[in-house]
């Protein structure tokens, strides 16, 4: 078992900067991939940023250039730094990742980008 904690979220100006953590109980991160997701009310989920286990990364066009995905495994931490943020980027974002065969959500965090 293992647990997912995000924290770092907000209400934010538009154009403003969060970072986003996703803290886990355990060291499920090495040799995995992780991705951050959000969704917004009446909206399915969708991925944000992805980062491997080798460190590559990869992001929606809606967010590249603005968000940033970075990982501390001695930490169990990975980050996602927002910056230019949106009235469309607010959501409640998740991070995931999937641990010996089982997929792993954490509770979400709110951002909140005011236009």
């Known amino acids: 078992q293992a647990q997912l904690v995000e924290s770092g979220g907000g209400l934010v100006q538009a154009g403003g900067s969060l970072r986003l953590s996703c803290a886990a109980s355990r060291s499920v991160f090495l040799g995995n991939d992780v991705g951050w997701f959000r969704q917004a009310p009446g909206n399915q989920r969708e991925s944000v940023a992805h980062i491997t286990y080798r460190g590559e990364t990869d992001y929606a066009d809606s967010v590249k250039g603005r968000f940033t995905i970075s990982r501390d495994i001695a930490k169990n931490t990975v980050y996602l730094r927002m910056s230019s943020l949106k009235p469309e980027d607010t959501a409640v974002y998740y991070c995931?990742?999937?641990?010996?065969?089982?997929?792993?959500w954490g509770q979400g965090t709110q951002v909140t980008v005011s236009s």
């Open positions: 995931n990742t999937q641990w010996l065969a089982r997929d792993y």
